[in-house]
């Protein structure tokens, strides 16, 4: 059986990597793309090889797709989460969900009721040396942690920045854009929650309008584990890691 899907959001990660992922799969098949400019619709999907061109949400649900992948502006997402649900299809969305945690629950709560399949597009768990990590202290060969560290300060590349740097509606700023990523990884590799996270947020030049571009969080999970992480846009020659 194949599945098709379609995109909502004519992105730049779908393009660099998700329609590879899932033409990877042998049921994979990309079958429609969506974007507000039909103009920009139509030039993708003929650069994409995709079928299907269209300019409405509606127009993508009512086609025949099975499943949509949702890559556009975070302050999007629910509204067309819960259109892709309510229409029957299953649901692979980017991070993060929705920019609050009532309208993430409010999403799952549809997809369960209504046996849809929703996912959240956290692709770090798909390291080898995440899983690595979090086998080995699941099986107990490094001891019990007591501490992790993440650093994930990056710059942000300019094709990139636009709305992530601008737009605080969009749910721009570095915290939705990479430190939902470091939660989740502590989260997968410790296989725990955390209990309490206390955070400083900056601004160092490169977001605007209020937006920050840098975070520091320590977090403290409910074994006990205390961690840190740094997250940023604007650090170019910074490693990035787990420990």
């Known amino acids: 059986m194949t599945v098709k899907w379609g995109l909502i959001g004519a992105s730049t990660i779908a393009r660099q990597f998700v329609i590879n992922a899932i033409r990877a799969q042998a049921d994979g098949e990309i ?89 959240t597009n956290h692709h770090l768990r798909n390291a080898g040396s995440h899983r690595a990590m979090r086998d080995s202290i699941a099986g107990g060969r490094i001891g019990k942690p007591i501490a992790a560290r993440v650093f994930h300060s990056v710059y942000l590349p300019e094709n990139l920045q636009g709305w992530r740097i601008t737009r605080p509606e969009a749910g721009g700023g570095v915290v939705l854009d990479i430190t939902v990523h470091d939660a989740d990884t502590l989260r997968f590799v410790l296989a725990d929650d955390p209990l309490e996270v206390s955070a400083f947020t900056q601004s160092a030049g490169m977001a605007a309008s209020g937006l920050e571009d840098g975070a520091m969080c320590i977090w403290r999970f409910k074994s006990g584990i205390i961690a840190q992480s740094h997250e940023g846009f604007t650090t170019k020659f910074a490693g990035t890691g787990f420990e």
């Open 31 to 119: 079958a429609a793309v969506m974007s507000s400019s039909p103009e920009r619709a139509t030039a993708y999907a003929r650069e994409n090889g995709i079928a299907l061109a269209v300019s409405t949400l509606d127009e993508l649900l009512g086609s025949d797709v099975d499943a949509v992948y949702i890559s556009t502006t975070n302050e999007l997402h629910l509204e067309q989460a819960l259109a892709a649900i309510k229409a029957g299809k299953h649901v692979l969305c980017e991070k993060p969900l929705a920019l609050t945690s009532a309208d993430a629950r409010t999403m799952v709560a549809a997809a369960r009721a209504a046996g849809i399949v929703l996912g």
